[in-house]
């Protein structure tokens, strides 16, 4: 059912919000990634404002659907988004990195409720979405298994295994999302290690592939409800984002894939990001 433009409205609204917060952690942490966060804050918007089948005073409920964060440095988007839902105290993102804290540069699943795994080695949430798909069949469960990656993590052999085991076990209850940015640490994607044709390479183990604009939250949820009406095989969403969205100044800047905006900087951004969506923050933005 295609969302109104009240819904998509209010999920762009949330997306901002998410925007705001990760810039308020970051410059507060003074460490941590920046680009791919800002630019998953819609898929992360639409997963938990309105795709998820979740409980946020409930995280452990049985019959939720499991999100995995692969590309676990990319966290802070997640945290922002999981405290405008109502896990925690949105003021408690300013803690993040930092001694002690449940909010850890990397997704530590023990320290925090609500998280699915533990990531930091790139190339593993793939296989743990095999694994637990695999089991929620065997139990005859309906839980559905999203799970989300980097294109560069695509380098790690690790992701290939997995590919050609959900696509043997035709597991269609994953749907992976590829956060299809073209940049990472050392450069653009292409130049480090050229991924294209990703389409075609998915698709040769039998998956099924839809690419959209993952900065177009109505088109991003319609692609995940589009997946859920394949039953033969896995799909993989290819979402193309744009790192650094919302900052007109680093986006597509690869520089900006893992440090944070100093306090100048964080400033500017939060009044380009105020600007943009007509509001002022709140205090924790």
Same mark, same amino acid.
């Given at each position: ?29 003074? #460490?941590?990634?920046?680009?791919? /966060?800002?630019?998953? *804050?819609? =898929?992360?918007? &639409?997963? $938990? @404002?309105? +795709? ?17 964060? #692969?590309?676990?440095?990319?966290? /802070?988007?997640?945290? *922002?988004? =999981?405290?405008? &839902?109502? $896990? @925690?105290? +949105? ?195």
């Amino acid at each position: 059912m295609a969302l109104t433009d009240t819904q998509t409205a209010t999920l762009e609204k949330h997306a901002e919000e998410i925007r705001e917060t990760i810039i308020s952690m970051l410059v507060e942490a003074g #460490s941590g990634h920046t680009a791919g /966060p800002l630019g998953m *804050a819609d =898929m992360f918007s &639409a997963f $938990y @404002f309105h +795709i998820l089948k979740h409980n946020p005073k409930e995280p452990d409920w049985s019959e939720r659907d499991r999100l995995i964060l #692969s590309n676990g440095h990319t966290v /802070p988007v997640r945290y *922002a988004a =999981m405290a405008h &839902a109502g $896990y @925690f105290p +949105i003021k408690e993102c300013l803690t993040l990195r930092k001694f002690g804290s449940r909010l850890q540069g990397h997704p530590e699943r023990s320290r925090l409720p609500g998280l699915e795994t533990t990531s930091g080695p790139l190339g593993e949430g793939l296989s743990q979405a095999d694994g637990m798909a695999y089991a929620f069949r065997m139990d005859n469960k309906k839980n559905h298994i999203y799970v989300m990656m980097g294109d560069g993590e695509q380098d790690e052999g690790n992701v290939w295994e997995a590919v050609f085991f959900a696509g043997k076990y035709a597991l269609s209850n994953i749907t992976a999302v590829i956060d299809r940015n073209n940049i990472q640490i050392d450069g653009m994607t292409e130049d480090v290690m050229p991924l294209e044709s990703l389409r075609a390479k998915y698709e040769a183990f039998n998956w099924h592939v839809i690419e959209v604009n993952g900065n177009d939250i109505p088109e991003f949820i319609s692609a995940v409800e589009q997946a859920k009406a394949i039953y033969e095989k896995p799909t993989l969403i290819i979402a193309h984002t744009i790192p650094g969205k919302g900052i007109p100044e680093i986006e597509f800047d690869y520089h900006w894939h893992g440090k944070p905006p100093n306090k100048e900087e964080a400033k500017r951004f939060l009044k380009e990001l105020r600007t943009a969506g007509g509001r002022v923050p709140h205090e924790y933005a």
